[in-house]
């Protein structure tokens, strides 16, 4: 059984930092991306970032691009996301979700998919 499990979501000022914790296991693919995914009241669910197994490579949606940093732990499949500079339009639930990278539509572009398993979610708050 996959469990995907998330940590270190909370109320923040703007301009400050979080860091978020994904902890996955139970999956049996060896080849994988794990990605941080958020939704806002009212929007669309949109890929944030990711981080593939098999290189290391990361991906930035455009808004975080040089304020969130994602970074990963192989041992136990953990991976972080340290959020700075964050900002209101931040605040939504973070759902951190792992991929076989077979699955994936354009390996070039692996935030437009839907991943295979998504945890329960983490409440980011950023208030101005």
């Known amino acids: 059984e996959v469990r995907i499990v998330e940590s270190g979501g909370g109320l923040v000022q703007a301009g400050g930092s979080l860091r978020l914790s994904c902890a996955a296991s139970?999956?049996?693919?060896?080849?994988?991306?794990i990605g941080w995914f958020r939704q806002a009241p009212g929007k669309e669910r949109e890929g944030v970032s990711c981080?593939?197994?098999?290189?290391?490579?990361?991906y930035y949606v455009d808004s975080v691009k040089g304020r969130f940093t994602i970074s990963s732990d192989n041992a136990p499949n953990t991976v972080y996301l340290q959020m700075n500079s964050l900002k209101p339009e931040d605040t939504a639930v973070y759902y951190c979700?792992?991929?076989?990278?077979?699955?994936?539509?354009?390996?070039?572009?692996?935030?437009?998919?839907?991943?295979?398993?998504y945890g329960q979610g983490t409440q980011v708050t950023v208030s101005s």
């Open positions: 139970g999956f049996t693919f060896d080849d994988y991306a």
């Open positions: 981080i593939k197994s098999s290189d290391g490579s990361t």
């Open positions: 979700a792992i991929i076989d990278i077979r699955g994936l539509v354009d390996p070039g572009r692996p935030l437009d998919d839907e991943y295979d398993w």
